[in-house]
């Protein structure tokens, strides 16, 4: 938990703020957690991510929790899907404003809470049926759980609004 970045690579000199139980570390000092709260900063790209969270974690590898939300976020950085324990993701607050990027999200495996709410793509038509059909495994969408219904509600949308992709058929020549 940083105050005020500007940009990831500040988090390596900064000192966590304390949080409700003791951060534990490593002999080498890396942290012993599966979490990053980067929440409440002015982050506007994640330039450098990897390399950041590689000398802050003992285990990088198993983030499964980040929040980035309340920064400036304007896009879905595709580092995030190189982070495949990833089961939480508070993006809450940013300036996304392309449903689109949510496409990124798809390929991540244990992802099951997403937020997105008061990001500009919010504000677009079906913006949590577009969601729920792309992440069909989140469970949590918003800070509100995903029910059967809206399943049923996301799949009728899809239906309705999401032209499927043509198979391109391969003519053989004679």
């Known amino acids: 938990m940083v105050e005020f970045q500007a940009?990831?690579?500040?988090?390596?000199?900064?000192?966590p703020r304390p949080g409700?139980?003791?951060?534990?570390?490593s002999k080498t000092g890396k942290?012993?957690?599966?979490?990053?709260w980067l929440n409440n900063n002015v982050l506007n790209d994640l330039n450098h991510f990897n390399q950041v969270?590689?000398?802050?974690?003992?285990?990088?590898?198993?983030l499964a929790?980040?929040?980035?939300?309340?920064?400036?976020l304007t896009s879905i950085d595709p580092v995030l899907t190189t982070f495949f324990n990833l089961s939480v993701i508070y993006l809450h607050g940013n300036s996304i404003?392309?449903?689109?990027?949510v496409n990124k999200l798809a390929?991540?495996?244990?992802?099951?809470?997403?937020?997105?709410?008061?990001n500009p793509m919010e504000e677009q038509k079906g913006y949590r049926h577009y969601v729920l059909c792309t992440l069909p495994r989140?469970?949590?969408?918003?800070?509100?759980?995903?029910?059967?219904?809206d399943r049923t509600t996301a799949e009728v949308w899809k239906r309705m609004n999401i032209k499927p992709k043509k198979a391109k058929i391969k003519q053989n020549a004679l």
């Open 138 to 149: 989140i469970t949590t969408l918003d800070f509100s759980g995903v029910t059967k219904a």
């Open 20 to 25: 409700l139980r003791p951060l534990r570390h």
């Open 65 to 72: 929790w980040i929040d980035l939300s309340f920064n400036d």
């Open 7 to 15: 940009s990831v690579t500040d988090l390596v000199s900064e000192e």
């Open 107 to 118: 390929v991540l495996p244990r992802l099951r809470s997403l937020t997105l709410h008061g």
């Open 97 to 101: 404003q392309r449903l689109g990027e």
């Open 31 to 36: 942290s012993l957690t599966q979490s990053l």
């Open 53 to 62: 969270v590689s000398q802050l974690l003992v285990y990088p590898q198993n």
